[in-house]
């Protein structure tokens, strides 16, 4: 049974960086598309970004596009956000998961083994 960690978060001003990753244990990542979402206070989680399973395509939520970046490496079965150009509204708590089955690739439902989160607060 894959298990991922989520790490990086924290405190960062508005116009900074901050650089997640996701690590997989139990199973190697090189087959699973992988995702990462968002969670607000008080509001549902979002889909944020996702990568095919050999790095080639990826999408972002329009929110997001030209700050954050997705990216992995297969050999240390890590996953990777790259969050430029931060904004308040990027605070949440950030999750990565698996898309285990075909679909939408923002639909939630589609996405398992998810992470306990990282928190991002980004101040004004």
């Known amino acids: 049974q894959v298990q991922f960690v989520e790490s990086g978060g924290g405190l960062v001003q508005a116009g900074g960086s901050l650089r997640l990753s996701c690590a997989a244990s139990?199973?190697?990542?090189?087959?699973?598309?992988m995702g990462w979402f968002r969670q607000a206070p008080g509001k549902e989680r979002t889909f944020v970004a996702l990568?095919?399973?050999?790095?080639?395509?990826?999408y972002y939520a329009d929110s997001v596009k030209g700050r954050f970046t997705i990216s992995r490496d297969n050999a240390k079965n890590t996953v990777y956000l790259q969050m430029n150009s931060l904004k308040p509204e990027d605070t949440a708590v950030y999750y990565c998961?698996?898309?285990?089955?075909?679909?939408?690739?923002?639909?939630?439902?589609?996405?398992?083994?998810w992470g306990q989160g990282t928190q991002v607060t980004v101040s004004s």
């Open positions: 990568i095919s399973g050999s790095g080639s395509n990826t």
């Open positions: 139990g199973r190697t990542l090189t087959i699973s598309t």
């Open positions: 998961a698996a898309k285990e089955r075909s679909g939408s690739y923002y639909l939630i439902d589609l996405y398992g083994a």
